[in-house]
């Protein structure tokens, strides 16, 4: 398909979802509709992200600044919102089933509230270490000794959760001057490998947790179940739940822990090319968004106080 332009190749991948749905005997007002949302969403790529904007090259940022635009700039009802994003579900899924795309960047993106507000606030000082902590007081060693590291990822690396599934253990690169993560997102032609540096606090949970690591696995994965088998990222989303309702904290997922990252690594550097490319964002505008969703939030709750 990279053959083809971007707007070819989107146009073949709608008629493609189209014939599935048809074929899955849908309505044919419903398929006029999903196909109607997702040129909707194609316009707002091409107007905000730019011309180069693709069906074929969305990441799970597009997909969350679109669902921050419908529901905080268009004031849209969450029914609607979430309706959108039902449209992208159902697009991605059926074109990863098809092997038009290698992955789907709604896995990780969560429905909208009756407020407008996703699950994705960031995690005050004093949150983070009783998020830690919960991680710590697991009742099987080896498993809290994995889910504690996989924390600590999330928190000081600003990983996806897909990035922290696919981690392979050559993937942990020990090298002057300090240890560092080699993350490559191989299913977009034009992703360029980040190296991420690890403080002490991380790699000393990572050596903990590889103390634990099942040998008995043929995988190079790094993260493992205790039957050896590579985790999901449902397995990584059910952690931060369990570990979040353990202390009594709400709204927290894995994006919470990913803007927590961001937030922290902005007011500390003020630097927005580095935090862009530490979360691996393709432009620095997708970064501005993503750090101005929050203080958008900030405003609200300041001026109902």
């Known amino acids: ?54 069906l074929a090259r969305v990441s799970s940022d597009h997909v969350r600044l679109y669902r921050h635009y419908l529901a905080q ?23 990863k089933e098809m092997g038009l795309l290698a992955e789907d960047p709604t896995t990780e993106i969560a429905l909208v509230q009756e407020d407008g507000q996703a699950n994705s606030r960031p995690l005050s000082k004093e949150e983070v270490e009783e998020l830690l902590a919960a991680a710590q007081k697991g009742s099987r060693a080896g498993l809290a000794r994995r889910d504690l590291a996989i924390l600590h990822l999330l928190l000081h690396t600003g990983l996806k959760v897909s990035e922290i599934v696919a981690l392979k253990k050559d993937d942990l690169v020990f090298e002057y001057p300090g240890v560092q993560l080699k993350v490559c997102r191989e299913w977009h032609e034009d992703s360029k490998t980040r190296y991420l540096p690890l ?24 993260f493992l179940s205790q039957e050896g088998r590579p ?8 952690i931060i739940g369990d570990c979040a309702r353990a202390v009594g904290l709400e709204g927290v997922s894995a994006q919470s822990l990913r803007r927590t990252f961001a937030l922290q690594l902005f007011s500390e550097t003020h630097d927005l090319e580095l935090v ?30």
């Open 1 to 54: 398909m990279s053959q083809v332009s971007g707007s070819d190749q989107d146009e073949l991948m709608l008629v493609k979802f189209e014939e599935s749905l048809t074929q899955a005997g849908l309505s044919a007002s419903t398929i006029v509709n999903y196909l109607a949302d997702l040129r909707v969403f194609l316009r707002w790529g091409k107007r905000e992200i730019g011309e180069q904007f693709s």
């Open 199 to 222: 403080v002490g606090e991380v790699c000393k949970t990572l050596h903990e947790y590889l103390k634990v690591r099942p040998q008995t696995s043929t995988t190079d994965h790094f």
């Open 276 to 305: 862009s490319e530490r979360l691996g964002h393709q432009t620095k505008a997708i970064t501005e968004q993503y750090l101005a969703v929050h203080e958008h939030h900030q405003q609200e709750v300041r001026s109902k106080e």
């Open 73 to 95: 700039e268009l004031h849209r009802a969450a029914a609607t919102v979430n309706r959108h994003l039902m449209a992208l579900r159902k697009f991605f899924a059926l074109t």
């Open 231 to 238: 985790i999901s990222n449902r397995t990584v989303q059910r």
